[in-house]
C-alpha cells in the first residue's frame, strides 16, 4: 500500500533551518509529482511547494518564496523540503502529499503522510 512518511520537523530559532523529508513507497514514485502541504492552528490548509516528477518547474507559495526549497531523488523515493530562515508564521504541522492531478498550486491529491510538526520559536 501506499506510504508517505515524513521526518525531520523540530523546534528552529527564527532565522534558523530544518529539513523535512518524505519517505515514500508502494507507487511508482517517479512517475508521480509531489508536494508539501502545511496547516497552522487555526487556519487552513496551505500549499506551500511542489514538484513535477522530473524535478521541473517547482512551485513555492509566496510565503515561502526565496527561503524553501524543494526537492526528490527518484532512486531512493524521497522528496525534500529544505526550509531556511524559518519565521514564527512557520509553525505548522507539515504533509507530504502523492498528487494525481492539477497544478501544484492547488494540486489534487490522493495520498497523505501522517505530519511532522514544524514549530518556529526563540
Known amino acids: 500500500q501506499v506510504q508517505l512518511v515524513e521526518s525531520g520537523g523540530g523546534l528552529a530559532q527564527p532565522g534558523g533551518s530544518l529539513r523535512l523529508s518524505c519517505a515514500a513507497s508502494?507507487?511508482?514514485?517517479?512517475?508521480?509529482?509531489m508536494s508539501w502541504a502545511r496547516q497552522a492552528p487555526g487556519k487552513g490548509l496551505e500549499w506551500v511547494s511542489g514538484i513535477y516528477r522530473d524535478g521541473s518547474d517547482p512551485y513555492y507559495a509566496d510565503s515561502v518564496k526565496g527561503r524553501f526549497t524543494i526537492s526528490r531523488d527518484n532512486a531512493k523515493n524521497m522528496v525534500y523540503l529544505q526550509m531556511s530562515n524559518l519565521k514564527p508564521e512557520d509553525t505548522a504541522l507539515y504533509y507530504c502529499a502523492k498528487v494525481y492531478m492539477g497544478p501544484l498550486s492547488q494540486p489534487k491529491v490522493d495520498y497523505w503522510g501522517q505530519g511532522t510538526q514544524v514549530t518556529v520559536s526563540s
Open positions: 508502494g507507487f511508482t514514485f517517479s512517475s508521480s509529482a
